[in-house]
């Protein structure tokens, strides 16, 4: 039961954030941009009766993504200005997404070992 509330709250934000967009599209890039799948799944996380512990690992884990989705975000942005199509734009974003990881990575181990 848990599953199905989850798709279904979860496509129903979805649904009202890209239609708001399409209407006002600075503003729904704002709403997007919200941490609202973060939220949601620290409520389910919770909700379902995990433990302190794995939440905080899981914000952990949201905070270390968050740059590479910055460079993947600014990549697509700067191949939109191009007039890049859509799907180059996004493979090229999810490439540098993963390439930023694995440098974001050994920088990591570099400055924290």
Do not use: D
Not at 22 to 30: C, D, L, Q, V
Not at 55 to 71: H, Q, S
Not at 80 to 92: G, N, R, T, Y
Not at 101 to 109: F, G, S, W
Request: charged share 10%.
């Amino acid at each position: 039961m848990y599953l199905f509330i989850k798709i279904v709250s979860s496509a129903a934000i979805i649904g009202i954030v890209t239609e708001l967009a399409r209407r006002f599209p600075a503003y729904g890039g704002i709403i997007a941009a919200l941490p609202l799948i973060s939220i949601l799944s620290i409520i389910w996380l919770s909700v379902q009766g995990e433990s302190a512990k794995t939440i905080n690992e899981f914000t952990g884990g949201v905070i270390v993504g968050l740059p590479a989705t910055i460079i993947m975000l600014l990549i697509i942005y700067m191949a939109f200005k191009h007039s890049i199509h859509l799907s180059l734009a996004i493979l090229f974003g999810v490439i540098g997404w993963g390439f930023f990881l694995i440098i974001q990575k050994y920088i990591t181990e570099i400055f924290f070992s």
